[in-house]
């Protein structure tokens, strides 16, 4: 399953402030495991080098209702009235591949942001920051193992 993200003006203007004129497409590809459950909800978010939530990229999953199980992504993002806009497609199924693409501001990479993915699935545990790995040139390209339903996230600079 491919989902691109159309990254909204609003979206940007949240994940870009100061260097809106320079930006990079990045894509993540989250490979999940076969856990033999329901398909999962997902957040991509990105924190900055002190934790703070800095925007939403992509929300898998489509009934707002379970977004409370994407503990770490609803408590930090709970403010922001804008997450949601133009972001947000359905579950993923065991097995399969989420992807997802995000224009960022070049400030924001190798500036100490970190990519997180929340997930949880229905009848399972939830597992926040289930995926966490530094926004960074170093860490492009390669895989990194989520600790529950994520076999594999990886994501490209462009």
Request: aromatic letters at 6%.
């Amino acid at each position: 399953m491919s989902k691109p993200l159309l990254t909204t003006l609003a979206a940007a203007c949240v994940l870009a402030l100061p260097a809106l004129a320079h930006s990079r497409q990045v894509t993540l590809t989250a490979q999940l495991k076969s856990y033999g459950g329901n398909g999962a909800y997902l957040a991509a978010y990105l924190t900055d080098a002190k934790g703070a939530y800095a925007g939403t990229l992509w929300v898998a999953g489509g009934k707002a209702k379970y977004y409370k199980h994407l503990s770490d992504w609803n408590r930090l993002s709970a403010g922001d009235a804008k997450r949601l806009t133009g972001v947000t497609g359905a579950s993923v199924g065991a097995g399969r591949t989420l992807k997802v693409t995000a224009d960022l501001a070049n400030a924001l990479i190798d500036a100490g942001y970190e990519i997180h993915i929340d997930a949880a699935v229905e009848d399972m545990r939830d597992s926040p920051s289930e995926i966490r790995v530094p926004l960074s040139t170093a860490n492009a390209g390669k895989p990194q193992v989520g600790k529950q339903y994520i076999q594999s996230l990886t994501f490209q600079l462009q």
